[in-house]
């Protein structure tokens, strides 16, 4: 059975809301110091307080806000800085970011790094770290940021929750080599579920759908607003990068480009070798893509969500919903070409060893509906040891018919078949995929479900990678 992604357009408001922001390219910088190139963004980018060029030291709070999602109405929700989604953390290659974190929100929290291969005590793992009390914890992450690439941060606790009213936030790592574009996009993708009935963030696991499919939004939202949100403009020419990231609970976007192409630059392990153009990009939550787009001629450029929805026939048929919407209008930028630095091709590795992971779920008489993973709902104890730098084969068979995004924590694996590298893996109903974890980064490594409510009801285990 396919997912249950029948999509109920209840908040059909134009948002008429002009960007202010610099919606232009970033100039070349002639000087030796390094500056992040702007961003068209969903928010502000934190703002680094160390003087060190190779230190970012921000100060992020979790806190109440209430928020316009651009339909008129004010819901109280839970914002990073204010922000839903939560400002932009911007480093390169090789930094060392400092994040003086504090939790003003009513629920104990931790920040995870999606992504990042840092060590497991500021992975934002609960297993680990005790997590940050309510109304008035703090906590500081600091980690080394090994490698380019788009990334996100997110809690971990009651973590279905919590990302649902706002707790959400991007992370980007530069490449000081990288060729810089005529703009820079980060676009994040999520949706909401709005209860009808009250016109506020609908109650949690309360209803069987959520329960089976996880939590499927009745509103696509686009940077924390009803989508597509404003308008957007460009130049013609102009060639951009895009980051897209999904941080809905549940939904898996369907994606397409009118109007343009989308050429994949890199995947969640970033830089791919050979980039490749496509019409369909599948974007399950948890997972980013990073895409090279290319303007033409004066006209509108649209990325679109495909949906299912009932029509009046009550057929179950397909609708693309615009997301993202630019309008590329003026005088021509200068054509160019982007000169990208050598990528080296890595080495194959050998699998040195191969283990299985199954998903199913059962129904329990005393907790009703349980996620599992190899047979057990919310196993504490590791599930496989591995040594530090092994190459391990993981068959990842979903028994059952719901789909699950797999990801792994602190380590990147090769999916056979699609160029570069991911933390996080669709595994589409009653289908079997095959992963190469690239074991190197020592710790103990949280395993799960990022349909939030499958890891909330059992679907969460850890993998330990002892130090070579
Ligand atoms: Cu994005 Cu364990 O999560
Ligand atoms: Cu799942």
């Known amino acids: 059975m396919s997912r249950l992604a029948v999509f109920v357009p209840l908040l059909l408001v134009a948002c008429a809301e002009p960007t202010a922001g610099p919606d232009a390219g970033a100039d070349a910088s002639t000087d030796t110091a390094w500056s992040a190139p702007a961003l068209i963004g969903p928010e502000a980018s934190l703002e680094d307080t160390n003087p060190d060029p190779d230190v970012v030291e921000v100060s992020l709070r979790a806190e109440m806000v209430e928020v316009d999602l651009g339909d008129g109405t004010t819901r109280p929700m839970l914002g990073y800085n204010g922000m839903v989604p939560g400002p932009v953390l911007q480093a390169k290659v090789g930094d060392e970011v400092i994040v ?3 939790n003003h929100t009513w629920d104990a929290t931790t920040v995870h790094w999606h992504g990042l291969r ?5 992975d934002g793992s609960p297993r680990i770290q005790e ?3 309510a109304e008035g914890g703090t906590f500081t992450y600091r980690f080394v940021v090994p490698e380019a690439g788009t990334f ?6 009651r973590t279905n929750e919590q990302l649902e009213l706002g707790l959400v936030g991007t992370l980007i790592v530069h490449d000081r080599e990288e060729p810089v574009f005529d703009a820079e996009r980060m676009i994040v993708l999520d949706d909401v579920l709005i209860d009808p009935a009250t016109d506020q963030i609908a109650p949690f696991l309360r209803f069987h759908p959520e329960l089976v499919h996880g939590r499927s939004g009745n509103v696509l939202l686009t940077d924390g607003q009803v989508s597509p949100g404003p308008e957007r403009t460009a130049r013609p020419g102009q060639i951009e990068r895009w980051r897209i990231v999904n941080t809905a609970n549940a939904r898996t976007m369907s994606l397409s480009l009118s109007g343009a192409t989308m050429r994949v630059i890199a995947t969640d392990g970033g830089r791919i070798a050979e980039p490749f153009e496509t019409d369909r990009l599948e974007l399950p939550v948890g997972q980013r893509y990073e895409l090279e787009v290319r ?9 679109q969500s495909h949906v299912l929805v009932v029509n009046d026939a009550g057929d179950v048929v397909e609708q ?6 630019v309008d590329v209008d003026g005088e021509a930028v200068e054509p160019r070409e982007l000169v990208w630095p050598e990528l080296a091709t890595p080495e194959p590795r050998a699998v040195d060893r191969e283990v299985e992971m199954s998903f199913d779920a059962i129904n329990d008489p005393a907790e009703g509906i349980l996620w599992r993973i190899n047979g057990e709902a919310h196993r504490m104890e590791p599930l496989f040891t591995f040594g530090q730098g092994e190459t391990v084969r993981i068959t990842l068979a979903n028994l059952a018919g719901q789909e699950h995004p797999f990801h792994l924590h602190g380590q990147f694996f090769e999916v056979p078949g699609r160029p570069g590298l991911y933390d ?3 595994v589409g109903g009653s289908e079997t995929v095959e ?7 020592p710790g103990r490594w949280m395993a799960h479900c990022h349909i939030l409510e499958h890891a909330e009801l059992g679907m969460m285990s850890e993998i330990v990678v002892d130090p070579r």
């Open 100 to 102: 003086h974190f504090e």
């Open 118 to 122: 840092i060590s497991d005590e500021m």
């Open 131 to 133: 997590p940050v009390a």
């Open 152 to 157: 996100w941060y997110h809690p971990h606790v």
């Open 295 to 303: 303007y033409g001629a004066a006209g509108t450029v649209a990325l």
């Open 320 to 325: 693309a919903i615009p997301v993202y919407v």
């Open 424 to 426: 996080t893996v669709l």
């Open 435 to 441: 992963i190469i974890a690239h074991l190197d980064n």
